[in-house]
């Protein structure tokens, strides 16, 4: 099992040196900065109220949905994060600086990615007409937190289960409520 997880982290720390090589250029830089940004908890928040405001039954539903989730979600998140205390890539590998600054100290799960596949499956479950945008968008972000050097692979990979599941777990108890 050891040598499982051994060969497991070293695919995973190849793999993000892979994906931090491609920065460097402004643009892309800037690209990635906006997009990891626009996976900021206050989006969320922005987006919530949107939703509200358009009224229909679906986006009261959706939001509905999301408070519940996040309401699970959140709580756990912190306690996973802070047990696990996995160190975030520039800490932990020589010659990686990070190109923004961290919202707290340890890497998994990927609280911006598991926000964007959480607010994503709602959408998809609720408000399909939004798929189009949210998947493309959800991978971004979590592309964008391996770019910037806050977060390796597996990190990204287990935020976007994450999200997904505990979206599905808020949908469940919506739907047992209504």
Known sequence: MALLLT???????RLFHIIFRWNGARLRDWVMLTITRSGDG???GAMGLALLLNGSLDAMSCVAAGVIAFA???PIYKIVKTRVCRPR?????TGVKNLITVP???SFPSGH???AFLMTTLCVNFIPELT?????WSFLIALSRVYLGVH???DVAAGAVWGMAHARLGIWIFQKLV
């Open 89 to 93: 890539p520039f800490e932990a590998l």
């Open 42 to 44: 206050y989006v969320w």
């Open 152 to 154: 390796f692979p597996l």
């Open 72 to 74: 699970i979600h959140l």
């Open 104 to 106: 707290d100290r340890f």
């Open 132 to 136: 189009g945008v949210m998947i493309p």
């Open 113 to 115: 990615t598991a926000a």
């Open 7 to 13: 060969n497991v982290l070293a695919w995973d720390t």
